[in-house]
């Protein structure tokens, strides 16, 4: 038999070493995801959720390189949970989002790793004329300010 690591709180859900071209660029730009499948083959991608800084980098200005800010105390105050799960849609192309704050949190990944066109393609899940949770809030601050290079203030 196959030795699988199972997730404790997803009984149902092992860490998965499958890879191909459409998961590996599914996932690109999400440096603390982790890949878990089912063993009928359904996979979904665990996302913990922690404050992404964007080092400056002197000689590449552009880069898509992210630090994750673990201990930010006024961030994880804010979170409800620690992490959140993406379905990953049958046909391997895209990962589903379930709520506003998963959605934000996915597009800023988008938008932080230079992938414009995910995070246009997500765009239509952050529509709502309901008030921000506080996770979904702080999201929103990464967006409007210079958040991602704040380590360097």
């Known amino acids: 038999g196959t030795i699988r690591l199972y997730s404790i709180d997803h009984g149902n859900l092992f860490i998965s070493n499958d890879r191909n071209p459409l998961t590996t660029s599914m996932i690109a730009g999400l440096p603390h995801s982790l890949l878990l499948s089912t063993a009928q083959g359904e996979m979904q991608v665990l996302l913990p959720v922690v404050k992404p800084v964007r080092p400056r980098i002197s ?22 949970q620690r992490y959140f799960l993406y379905p990953v849609h049958v046909s391997f192309a895209f ?59």
């Open 95 to 153: 990962l589903m989002t379930q709520g506003l704050d998963t959605a934000l949190y996915l597009m800023l990944f988008r938008f932080l790793h230079r992938d414009y066109e995910g995070a246009f393609r997500l765009a239509d899940s952050i529509a709502t004329d309901n008030p921000f949770s506080g996770e979904g809030m702080n999201t929103c601050l990464l967006y409007t300010s210079d958040a991602a290079d704040e380590e360097d203030r």
């Open 59 to 80: 000689g590449y200005p552009f880069s898509t390189l992210l630090v994750l800010d673990r201990n930010n105390g006024s961030w994880n105050a804010a979170l409800s």
